[in-house]
Structure formats: C-alpha cells, structure tokens
C-alpha cells in the first residue's frame, strides 16, 4: 500500500474556457469543484490504475464534509486531519488548446498540533504500508524541517519514500538519502540554488547535482521534453515523441503515482538500465494519460496501455 501526504491541499475549480483574454469576460463552458492538492491526486490516480493508497492530509474542518465526500465518491481512501484554518483554493482555467492558466491561493499555515496529528496518522498507517509520498507546496510558515521529519519517520517505518517538494523543505530533507525526489527543472534549480550549488546549466545536470547532495535516485521533470532520472552512474532519459494537447494540470502527480506504484511493486529502487527503462516507460505512459483528463487526479488506464509503447527511451552520457 502507498501513503500518500498532502501538506497543502486545496479544493481544485476548474474552468473550461474557449480561450482567455486578458482583461476581458468569459463565459465558462463547464465548471467541476473536488478535492485536490497534489497528494490527494496521486492518491486518486493509484485509485485510477487499482493500486491500493490512502490519502493523508489536513483539511479545514469547515471542507472535511466536503472533502470526505468527493473522495469518497471516487472510492479514494482517505485519513483527513480536521484543521482550524481554512482550506485553500485553486482555480485552474482551461482553454479548449489545451493551455491551463492557474491561480493557486498560498493556504493558512497549520499549528504544530496539526503536524503532529498528520505524522501520527502516517505512523499509525505505516504497518500496512511501503511506501510514502510527499507532494507539493506548503503553506507559509510550515516549520522547514517537517518533510526532514516525515522522511526519518518513514526511514524508521521501512517505507520507500518518494519526494515531489521543493527548496527548503527539499534541500533539509536530501542529507538524509530519500529513496527517489521528483521536482520539475524549475524547482530542482530553487532547490539547488539554495544549497548554494549555483546556475545548473542543464536538467542532467539538475539530477546529477540532486544525487550528490543526498538523495539515492533523482528524476527532474522537464514538459513536453519529458524527465531525465540519474541513479547511480546511470542517466536517462524517457519522453513522447508528440507531445499531446490537453490539461497538463495533473500530469506530475500522475508520474509520482507511477514511481510509488512501481516502489510498491518492487519493494526498492530499480537497478539497471532495463529496469529503470521500465519503470520510467510507465511514468511517462501515466504522466502522458493525465493530459488527456479534463481534470486532475484522473487517469484511463486504456489511454496508458496506448501510450506506453510510444515512451522513448535514451541513454545520456557524462
């Protein structure tokens, strides 16, 4: 079973636009309201694919009703942890090409009671567990060592941990050698940034500089150019050869979903290229799916079958 954590969850609006025009009004051609946030998405796509996770977040306690009720219609389990702040928002707005414009609210920063109560719900969960995943932002004033904690809580739970965070609570956490980080090119060079390591000239690059500084595996995310995973002296590269038009919204999440299912599965890291050729195939495959989706947090498992024998995959070298 996969853990998954949502330190920042929100309730996801999306809207479905011709096309959008700056400073002028739009009529929405359709409009859906759910429980997102990025854990919660990987959460829901495991569901998707008929992987077995539960979902770990804090909600506000006016949303848990709500919250509790779009998950649960989507047969996602779920261990919500009531919170005195409110929920955030996150307004997606698509156009028919495909482009998604988002505005994302920052949230409330929770108490440290909130924390405590999340780390308890993941040690309490961790026996039925494999693997934990810690996906997206924070909301402002979260204490920089949280993920630290949840990584040396998952480290003495035996969990594999896959990490899609980024800058401080990034960097605190490599010293500690997580299985597998997942930040975007964007994110992995606020990250290294941070740790004082500079300009990364290249996303390569990126995930080399990851490795170095603690993490055992690295995968630096990059578009429609597709990721790029360094493990060890290995370095790939896995892509479409077509990037697909679509909602781009959710397709990280799913690709961490695809990295913690195959986690799952394997019961560690790949070892070798093959290995690792496979398991970035399914990222990719799954990651791909999830454009094709109106919304976040969904995948057709027929649209991955068909996509995963179209995954490029190259060897980079030094």
């Known amino acids: 079973m996969i853990i ?3 330190p920042n969850p929100a309730l996801d609006i ?21 429980a997102g946030g990025k854990g919660l998405n990987v959460a829901a796509v495991l569901t998707s694919m008929r992987h077995r996770s539960v979902a770990v977040a804090p909600v506000g306690a006016t949303d848990v009703d709500l919250f509790a009720s779009d998950l649960g ?16 928002r996150s307004v997606a707005v698509v156009e028919a090409g495909g482009r998604a414009t988002l505005f994302n609210e920052p949230g409330v920063g929770q ?33 920089p060592e949280l993920v630290r904690r949840l990584t040396r809580l998952a480290h003495e739970a035996g969990l594999r941990l896959v990490l899609d965070v980024s800058g401080v609570h990034l960097s605190r956490a490599l ?15 606020q990250t290294l940034t941070g740790l004082g390591r500079g300009e990364v000239p ?12 603690g993490a055992r595996a690295a995968i630096v995310s990059d578009g429609t150019n597709g990721l790029v995973l360094v493990h060890d002296d290995l370095a790939l590269r896995a ?19 695809a990295l913690a299912a195959d986690l799952d599965g394997i019961g560690d890291l790949p070892t070798g290229r093959e290995d690792w050729a496979a398991v970035l195939r399914r990222g990719v495959a799954w990651s791909a799916a999830a454009v094709l989706q109106p919304v976040a947090g969904a995948v057709d498992p027929a649209d991955v079958d068909r996509l995963l024998r179209t995954v490029e995959i190259e060897e980079i070298r030094p």
């Open 239 to 257: 892509y479409l050869p077509r990037s697909l038009s679509g909602n781009p919204t959710g397709a990280g999440d799913a690709l961490t979903a």
């Open 202 to 213: 290249s996303v390569p690059g990126a995930a080399r500089a990851l490795v170095a500084a």
């Open 175 to 189: 010293a500690l050698r997580p299985d597998l980080v997942k930040p975007n090119r964007i994110e992995a060079a």
């Open 111 to 143: 108490s440290q009671r909130v924390w405590d109560q999340v780390a308890h719900e993941v040690t309490a969960l961790a026996p039925q567990a494999s693997v934990l995943t810690v996906s997206g932002s924070f909301p402002p004033g979260t204490d």
């Open 73 to 88: 219609a989507r047969r996602v389990p779920h261990h919500l942890v009531p919170s005195p702040c409110p929920t955030r």
């Open 14 to 34: 999306t809207y479905a636009v011709p096309s959008v025009a700056l400073g002028e009004s739009h009529r929405v051609a359709s409009v859906s309201e759910r």
């Open 4 to 6: 998954t954590v949502t």
